[in-house]
C-alpha cells in the first residue's frame, strides 16, 4: 500500500513511496468482526442461532453468548487488541465509549484474557454526566449497554491502542432510552411492521422483512492544523467567529468537481483504507463547492449501520487529517460568506427479497405499489414537515438553512415534472401525456412504465426525490444522522398504517383500482408540500405562506414542534419514545443550543479582549506616531489620508470595545435558565444579534490594520494556503 510520509511541515508537501495497491476487496472489512469472521470462527450451531437472533429480534441464550464472546475476543486479540469497549452514542451526538481490560486475575502475580457473554451482551458505564433531559435526577448514575447484534463488532486503531468497539444501545436504570440508536432501532421495526402490512394488502406474500436505507453523503472542510491552532474560534466552537472575506471566494466556480490537489488526495487515500478496513463503502470523494470543501459519500446500507458508519467516517476524517497535520472542520458553516457543508442523507425502503419500495418500476403491478408509498410519504412530509424541521435544527445548521446555498427552513417535496403530471392525471381521471421516456397509456385500471430516472435534481430541495429514494438535503454535516431516520421512518410508518386502512376498508379485490381511487381522493389534501420551483427564491415563502406550510426559521421556533401532543401521540402508538423520553430531547436540544451560542458568545469576547482589541490599539500608537513625526518633519503637507484612518480605527476600537461591553452584560441578564425555551429563544434574539454587531465591527478593522499585525489567521490563508 502507499505509504504518506510528511516531510517539513512548512513546506506543506507529502512525497509518496511508490508500492503496489493491493485491491480493496483483499482488504475490505478486515478490521471488523464480520460474517465470515463469524462462521470461521464459531461452531455452526452457535453461528445459526446469532443469524436467528439477528434477523429476528430474538434473546440471545447464554451459551451462545459466551460462545460468541470467546469468538470475538480471539479474534480481537489475533489483531492485537488489548481492551474491549461498549461503543454507544449518547444525546451528546457523539459517540462514548469505555474501555476494559480484556485481563482477569488466575493466580498470585497472573492474569488470563477473558471475555464473556455477560460482558458482551451487556456493560454498565457510569451515566451521571451524559445529558439526560430529566429522564434521571443528578444523583441517578447508572445506565445499561446494551450489545447491537444487527451492527457489526470492529477494532478501533487509535495510535498504539487498538480496542475491540461493539455498537450498543444505551438505557438508563429504569429502562428508558439515553441514546440516538435506541429510538433508531425502535422506528426500524415500526416502519418494518407497517410497510409489510401495506405490501400484504396489496398482495405480496413473498416480502418478509422491511429495510430502512440510508446513504449518507458527507461534507467537510479541511485546513492546515497550523492555522486551526492559532484560531480560538475554531478550536472551541468549530467555526470562525471573525474573519473578513477573501478577495477570491467560491465565485469563479473552480473548486467543484476540480483537480484534487496532491496533499487532499494523499489525505484521501489514507482516510479511505482506514474506513474500507471498517467495512464501511465508501464509494464516492470530490471537491465541493467552497474553497476547501470536500465529500464524500457511501454506498447505501441499512439504516442502522449507515448511522454508526456515519459516525466512523466523521471520526476517521478528523483522526487521519491529525495525520497528514491537517484539521476536518465539520461544522455546518466553518466560513461566513462562502458555502456550509450540509450532510445530504439519501433514504429509501426495500425488502429483504431485493425490492426498493420506491423505484417505480416495469410493469403496472409494481407501479401500484410504488405510488402507494410515494403517497404515504407525501402525507407523512406534509403532516410532520414541523417534526423532520425539528429533527436538523441546531445553533450550527441555522447558519445553512435558508442562506441560499442549502433548503430554506421551510420543508417540501420535489417529484420533477413527469411524477407531477402522472399525479396530476390520476387526481383528474384522465389519461397522461407525460414525456421523457416511453409512457404508456394512463387510464383508471393501468398505470405508466416509469422510467427511473424521472427527475432532474433540484438543489434547492429540503426533500427531492432522486429516481429511486429521496434526499433529504436539510441535515447538518456535524449531526448525528439516527434522529432524523427516525422521525422519517416512524412519520411513513403511520402513514402506511393509513393507506393500508384505507385500502381493507375499500376492499381488496381488485388492489389496483382501490388504489387509484385512493390516490384521487387524497392527492389533493398532500399538494400543499410538493413544489417544483426555486426554494430560494422569496415568492416561494410567499407561497409557502399561502399554503400554510410551516416556516420554522431557527432552532428554538423548529424545537416547539417536539413538544405537542401531536408529536407525543405519534411516537407513543409506534413505541419509538414514550412522551417522557421525547420531552426529554427536546429539552436536551434546547440545552445543547443554549450552551454553544454562550460558548460562541464567550470565545468572541475573549478573542476581541486578548487580540483584537490589543492589535488594534497597537496598530493605532503607530499610525498616530507615524502622523506625529511626520508632521515635525514634513510641516504644511496634508495628512488628512492618515488621519482618517486614526479616526476609523480608534470609532471602530471604541465601537467595538462598547458592543463587547453590551455582549457581556446580556449574556449576564439571561435569567431564564430555569426555562429552556425563553432562555433558548433570549440566545437567538439576542446575543446572536450582538454577536454579528461585534463581527461587522471586527471584520471592517481586519481589512484596515497591518497584516503583519493581525493576531490570528484570515480567511484567505487557511481556505487556500494548505
Wanted: glycine share 6%; charged share 25%.
Amino acid at each position: 500500500m502507499k505509504k504518506i510520509t510528511p516531510t517539513i511541515a512548512t513546506e506543506r508537501s507529502y512525497t509518496v513511496e511508490k508500492e503496489k495497491d493491493l485491491p480493496i476487496s483483499s482488504y475490505f472489512g478486515e478490521d471488523t468482526f464480520n460474517d465470515k469472521v463469524m462462521q470461521a470462527k464459531l461452531p455452526k450451531v452457535f453461528y445459526a442461532k446469532l443469524q436467528e437472533s439477528i434477523e429476528k429480534g430474538k434473546k440471545l441464550d447464554i451459551e451462545t453468548a459466551n460462545a460468541v464472546a470467546h469468538a470475538m475476543k480471539e479474534w480481537a486479540l489475533e489483531n492485537g487488541a488489548t481492551h474491549f469497549a461498549h461503543w454507544f452514542q449518547p444525546m451528546t451526538g457523539a459517540t462514548a465509549e469505555k474501555h476494559d481490560a480484556f485481563i482477569e486475575i488466575s493466580g498470585p502475580g497472573e492474569v488470563i484474557e477473558r471475555f464473556t457473554g455477560e460482558q458482551l451482551v451487556q456493560g454498565e458505564p457510569d451515566a451521571s454526566s451524559f445529558p439526560s433531559g430529566g429522564l434521571r435526577a443528578t444523583f441517578e448514575a447508572r445506565g445499561y449497554t446494551a450489545w447491537d447484534m444487527s451492527s457489526p463488532a470492529f477494532l478501533r486503531k487509535n495510535g498504539i491502542g487498538i480496542t475491540l468497539c461493539i455498537p450498543t444501545a444505551f438505557i438508563s436504570y429504569h429502562g428508558e432510552a439515553l441514546d440516538k440508536k435506541t429510538p433508531l432501532l425502535r422506528s426500524i421495526r415500526a416502519v418494518n411492521d407497517s410497510a409489510l402490512r401495506v405490501l400484504k394488502v396489496l398482495g405480496n406474500r413473498k416480502s418478509k422483512k422491511v429495510m430502512s436505507n440510508l446513504g449518507p453523503e458527507q461534507e467537510y472542510f479541511c485546513i492546515d492544523m497550523d492555522y486551526f491552532y492559532k484560531r480560538q474560534d475554531l478550536v472551541l466552537t468549530g467555526r470562525t467567529l471573525l474573519g473578513a472575506p477573501p478577495a477570491k471566494g467560491q465565485e469563479l466556480e473552480d473548486q467543484y468537481f476540480g483537480s484534487i490537489r496532491e496533499r487532499m488526495q494523499s489525505f484521501m487515500h489514507d482516510v479511505e483504507e482506514e474506513l474500507y478496513k471498517l467495512g464501511i463503502p465508501a464509494k464516492t470523494r470530490h471537491n465541493e463547492v467552497a474553497p476547501s470543501q470536500f465529500e464524500i459519500a457511501p454506498i447505501f446500507e441499512e439504516a442502522n449501520i449507515a448511522v454508526d458508519h456515519n459516525l466512523l467516517v466523521m471520526d476517521k476524517l478528523q483522526q487521519v487529517a491529525r495525520q497528514h497535520n491537517m484539521a476536518v472542520l465539520l461544522h455546518e458553516k466553518p466560513f461566513a460568506g462562502i458555502n456550509g457543508s450540509g450532510k445530504h442523507v439519501n433514504w429509501s425502503l426495500s425488502t429483504d427479497d431485493g425490492i426498493n419500495l420506491f423505484k417505480p418500476g416495469k410493469t403496472p403491478h409494481d407501479n401500484i405499489q410504488f405510488l402507494v408509498f410515494l403517497l404515504a410519504t407525501m402525507k407523512a412530509v406534509y403532516r410532520h414537515a414541523d417534526l423532520l424541521r425539528a429533527a436538523v435544527a441546531s445553533a450550527s445548521n441555522d447558519h445553512r438553512l435558508g442562506a441560499n446555498e442549502a433548503p430554506p427552513a421551510i420543508i417540501s417535496i420535489f417529484l420533477g415534472d413527469q411524477l407531477t403530471k402522472i399525479l396530476e392525471s390520476i387526481e383528474k381521471g384522465v389519461a397522461s401525456d407525460a414525456s421523457d421516456k416511453s409512457i404508456i397509456d394512463l387510464g383508471i385500471s393501468s398505470l405508466p412504465v416509469v422510467s427511473r430516472d424521472n427527475s432532474d435534481r433540484n438543489r434547492t430541495s429540503p426533500f427531492a426525490f432522486t429516481g429511486n429514494k429521496f434526499e433529504f438535503r436539510a441535515v447538518g454535516s456535524s449531526q448525528n444522522i439516527s434522529f432524523a431516520a427516525t422521525v422519517l421512518n416512524t412519520i411513513v410508518a403511520e402513514s402506511l398504517d393509513e393507506v393500508a386502512d384505507m385500502i381493507e376498508k375499500r376492499g381488496t379485490a381488485n388492489a389496483k383500482q382501490t388504489v387509484l381511487e385512493i390516490l384521487k381522493a387524497e392527492l389533493p389534501k398532500v399538494k400543499p408540500i410538493l413544489f417544483m420551483g426555486d426554494n430560494y427564491s422569496d415568492e416561494w415563502h410567499a407561497e409557502a405562506e399561502r399554503r400554510k406550510l410551516p416556516n420554522l426559521r431557527t432552532t428554538p421556533e423548529a424545537l416547539k414542534s417536539l413538544d405537542t401532543e401531536k408529536a407525543a401521540k405519534l411516537f407513543e402508538k409506534y413505541q419509538v419514545l414514550s412522551p417522557i423520553e421525547l420531552k426529554s430531547r427536546y429539552t436536551i436540544k434546547l440545552e445543547k443550543y443554549i450552551k454553544d451560542i454562550e460558548i460562541e458568545a464567550r470565545a468572541l469576547h475573549s478573542m476581541v479582549s486578548s487580540l483584537v482589541l490589543p492589535a488594534a490599539i497597537r496598530f493605532q500608537g503607530e499610525v498616530a506616531s507615524s502622523i506625529a513625526k511626520a508632521e515635525k518633519v514634513l510641516g504644511g503637507v496634508d495628512f488628512t489620508a492618515q488621519k482618517n484612518l486614526l479616526k476609523r480605527i480608534a470609532t471602530l476600537v471604541n465601537g467595538i470595545d462598547s458592543s463587547a461591553a453590551l455582549l457581556n452584560s446580556k449574556m449576564e441578564s439571561n435569567g431564564h435558565h430555569h426555562d429552556h425555551q425563553k432562555a433558548a429563544e433570549f440566545c437567538c434574539n439576542e446575543i446572536k444579534g450582538a454577536m454579528a454587531e461585534i463581527r461587522k465591527q471586527v471584520d471592517e478593522l481586519e481589512v484596515l490594520i497591518a497584516d503583519d499585525l493581525w493576531p490570528m489567521p484570515k480567511f484567505w490563508e487557511m481556505l487556500f494556503v494548505n
